[in-house]
């Protein structure tokens, strides 16, 4: 199947500080990237729909000024998180489509655990 | 009422077993239906999709009704390898990349020796 990276795996911020989280697709060019977030014991819950050549569309209740979402080429969206707090950490996951094939597959990155000090 | 509803589990069971999940949905416009398994602290990764008339992958069998609003997973002669949390998942289109997943909370499994 399609591969999508993320990175950083991990990361550990101070509270105030800003985090940019990377989402590639590696074998496939995406036009349409998604990025969820899980808290633990929960489902994962979309935040934005991240459009190359355009602007995200977020879901009620995130923040399009603090969640940053630029999805500047084909293979790359890219997801800030401004002005981190505690409350801000969770697992990011980011998801793409692979648009050449005909089923509606979405393919995950291995996500991204950030831990707001 | 959540979307997506699953019973969290855990089911624990002893290899061998077959152990059956249920999901249902509230939005009658769903049209897509998938089963993820995530393990922990791992990204989900698609195990099967679900069709009306149902399907089958070797020890996986998915069903679904769409008249109760209903999906299944069954999963036969079960191993250790398949610990791990069950995600039912609904879309609400049956094409395109802009409709969104709806993911359950997910059904934690525990296969014991």
């Known amino acids: 199947g399609a591969v999508v990276s993320q990175h950083p795996s991990r990361v550990i911020c101070k509270s105030g500080t800003s985090v940019k989280i990377e989402c590639r697709s590696l074998?496939?060019?995406?036009?349409?990237m998604f990025w969820y977030r899980q808290f633990p014991k929960k489902s994962l819950m979309l935040m934005a729909t991240?459009?190359?050549?355009?602007?995200?569309?977020?879901e009620q209740g995130v923040e399009k000024d603090k969640f940053l979402i630029n999805h500047a080429s084909l293979t790359l969206s890219t997801l800030t998180v401004t002005s981190a707090h505690p409350e801000d950490s969770s697992f990011y996951i980011c998801?793409?489509?692979?648009?050449?094939?005909?089923?509606?597959?979405?393919?995950f990155g291995p996500g991204t655990r950030l831990t707001v000090l | 009422r959540k979307e997506v509803e699953q019973d969290p589990g855990p089911f624990n069971v002893p290899e061998g077993a077959t152990v059956a999940f249920n999901c249902t949905y509230s939005?009658?416009?769903?049209?897509?239906f998938f089963w993820y398994r995530q393990d922990c602290r791992k990204e989900p990764k698609l195990l099967m999709s679900?069709?009306?008339s149902g399907n089958e992958d070797g020890r996986f069998t998915a069903q679904l009704n769409r008249a109760s609003q209903y999906i299944s997973l069954l999963i036969r002669d079960s191993k250790l390898s398949d610990s791990a949390t069950y995600l039912c998942?609904?879309?609400?289109?049956?094409?395109?990349?802009?409709?969104?997943?709806?993911f359950g909370t997910g059904t934690q499994l525990k296969v014991e020796l």
């Open positions: 998801s793409a489509r692979d648009p050449s094939l005909s089923t509606d597959t979405q393919y």
């Open positions: 074998d496939f060019q995406a036009t349409t």
């Open positions: 991240s459009n190359e050549g355009s602007k995200a569309t977020y």
């Open positions: 939005n009658s416009a769903s049209q897509s």
């Open positions: 679900v069709y009306s």
């Open positions: 998942v609904v879309k609400e289109g049956l094409t395109g990349g802009g409709n969104k997943l709806t």
